[in-house]
């Protein structure tokens, strides 16, 4: 019963090529986010969606780009590959208070690999 | 940016211990806190959590300690099981509308049998 899916769990690329990360919840849920994780550095916010067509920047925005014209998916865009974006990206999305225990759901993840 | 921040990046606990998972955070305006767990290959899943009305908080074999004065809290695992092996995460976010969270770098917890 997976509720957050992520379309790839790993992925290799090659610097300079344009990456499309996606995401698909069936939670009906307003809030999408997408997160890098990296060894002793957490999750960090790259970009999050309230709404259809509607999308803000998290904290490390630079070098992604999202797209979300559907509720249920958000697109993670890495428009030219490097290699400082290895990574481990996590989809998340939450319903409109973001609480409890089906407040926030995670994807398992997708592990990108740039080369 | 984080507000959040765990102490130690590791802990190993003898099976059928208890565990204690301790993050600090800075933002006195954070009003609610996640545990999540991850396990290898998977993500984040939600655990217990905790609003900042409250001090403590319990689940099955879980309990969260909240300290607003000191800006600390922390995760009791009771009769740790190799179950319990994965990285543990605090989050937490401030109430403003956009409900982001922010999370701390992680707790790898290793059970020995």
């Known amino acids: 019963d997976v509720k957050v899916t992520q379309s790839s769990r790993y992925l290799v690329k090659r610097t300079g090529e344009k990456v499309f990360l996606e995401c698909v919840q069936d939670m009906d849920h307003e809030n999408m986010f997408w997160y890098r994780q990296d060894p002793g550095l957490g999750l960090r916010l790259i970009y999050f969606?309230?709404?259809?067509?509607?999308?803000e920047k998290g904290d490390i925005p630079e070098g992604y780009s999202v797209s979300r014209e559907k509720k249920e998916r958000f697109s993670l865009i890495l428009e030219s590959a490097s290699t400082n974006q290895t990574s481990m990206y996590l989809c998340?999305?939450?319903?409109?208070?973001?609480?409890?225990?089906?407040?926030?759901?995670f994807g398992s993840g997708t592990r990108l690999t740039v080369v | 940016g984080e507000s959040v921040g765990l102490h130690l990046p590791t802990l190993s606990v003898q099976e059928g211990d208890n565990s204690i998972i301790n993050c600090a955070y800075s933002n006195s305006a954070s009003d609610y806190f996640i545990w999540y767990k991850q396990e290898s290959g998977k993500g984040p899943q939600f655990i217990i959590d905790i609003r900042s009305n409250m001090d403590k908080r319990q689940g099955q074999r879980v309990t969260v300690l909240l300290n607003k004065t000191v800006k600390h809290l922390s995760l009791q695992i009771a009769a740790t099981q190799p179950g319990d092996s994965a990285v543990y995460f605090c989050a937490d976010h401030t109430g403003s509308n956009d409900y982001k969270l922010s999370f701390g770098a992680g707790t790898t917890v290793t059970v020995r049998a």
């Open positions: 998340a999305s939450s319903n409109l208070q973001g609480q409890g225990a089906n407040g926030y759901t």
């Open positions: 969606s309230y709404d259809v067509k509607m999308k």
